[in-house]
């Protein structure tokens, strides 16, 4: 992992029109970078805004305000036809539900191509012949597959399907939305190291998405914790596991069963209670410890700097 910075995303809010005098701020004002090469983990409930996070990162939505700076440029800004076509190859997107994000009625081969077909990387017949056929071996499955329906495969195939189309356009950047919770538990460490090779193969950037902390911990590099459309705590994901300082994080943490008899005698889960927070003033992002973020107000930044000190 270096510290050039390929995604810089600043102050980002999504804000959803429901209704005449309704919104919903789904993304609420979160700033955070992504090295080059690292992966990213993104967690929090369901609903609290990752998805909407990576789809405003990658202009599938515009950005109600705020900015997102991709390898120095800003994706939002106005830009031509071109210009978007060169950050669509540049950042792809894997999908929780590889039935959903497959369509039925195109063969495996169209379906890995199709990213191709659209930026005209391989005109030539069998050169897309042979790249669709490469792309099935690194992602490990074989290239008599690609004459063959989703329909056909198994989920952590499926899986392995929706890789190959996002990696045969050579992309930076790869935002996996809950890439794994669909899949069998089997399947999932299969999925995450294949994901995991990738990235040092082909040099790749990861935003992993979860909702869950037990998942990310594996693959993550740095962790970001979100809870209803901010972000309330960032550190490297070793140092988050071990010093959790939102009791939002640590609720989490509390939720998750670990395989030592010792620990799990005197685990004890716990639920988040959002009211029981300093309200004199609007929290802000603090670095509590060294490159441990928490979103906190100064009485509560004062507690937490005692309490998680890092010469105790
Ligand atoms: N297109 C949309 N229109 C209106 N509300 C939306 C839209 N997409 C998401 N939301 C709402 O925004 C919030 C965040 O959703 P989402 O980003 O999907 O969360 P997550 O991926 O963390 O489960 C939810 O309350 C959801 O209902
Ligand atoms: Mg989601």
Redesign the pocket.
């Known amino acids: 992992m270096s510290q050039e910075k390929l995604v810089e995303i600043k102050n980002l809010k999504q804000h959803?029109k429901?209704g005449r005098h309704s919104v919903?701020k789904?993304v609420d004002g979160i700033s955070f970078d992504i090295y080059k090469g690292e992966t990213f983990g993104l967690v929090?409930e369901?609903?609290?805004?990752?998805?909407?996070t990576g789809r405003t990162i990658i202009r599938l939505y515009n950005a109600t305000d705020g900015e997102v700076i991709f390898n120095g440029e800003d994706v939002h800004g106005k830009k031509s036809k071109d210009e978007l076509k060169k950050f669509n190859r540049e950042m792809q997107m894997i999908f929780q539900d590889p039935y959903a994000s497959l369509n039925p009625r195109m063969k495996v081969s169209d379906i890995i191509a199709e990213g191709m077909d659209i930026h005209g990387l391989e005109n030539d017949t069998e050169a897309r012949k042979v790249k669709v056929e490469e792309l099935l071996q690194t992602v490990g499955l074989n290239k008599e597959h690609a004459n063959r329906y989703p329909h056909e495969f198994s989920g952590g195939q499926r899986q392995r399907i929706g890789i190959a189309r996002a990696l045969a356009v050579d992309p930076s950047f790869i935002i996996a939305d809950e890439p794994i919770s669909a899949l069998d538990v089997s399947i999932q460490a299969q999925v995450v190291n294949l994901l995991k090779k990738l990235q040092k193969d082909k040099n790749l950037t990861y935003l992993f998405i979860a909702h869950d902390l037990s998942m990310v911990k594996y693959i993550s590099d740095r962790i970001g914790v979100m809870y209803f459309g901010r972000m309330v705590e960032l550190a490297d994901a070793d140092e988050l596991y071990k010093h959790p300082i939102h009791p939002y994080t640590q609720s989490l943490l509390s939720a998750i069963p670990l395989p030592d008899p010792v620990y799990e005698r005197s685990r004890e889960r716990f639920t988040y209670d959002p009211n029981d927070h300093d309200t004199s003033e609007e929290p802000q992002f603090r670095e509590v410890r060294s490159n441990h973020w928490v979103l906190c107000t100064t009485k509560e930044f004062e507690r937490y700097q005692t309490e998680h000190a890092v010469n105790v």
């Open positions: 959803f429901t919903v789904a929090g369901s609903g609290c805004g990752k998805s909407t």
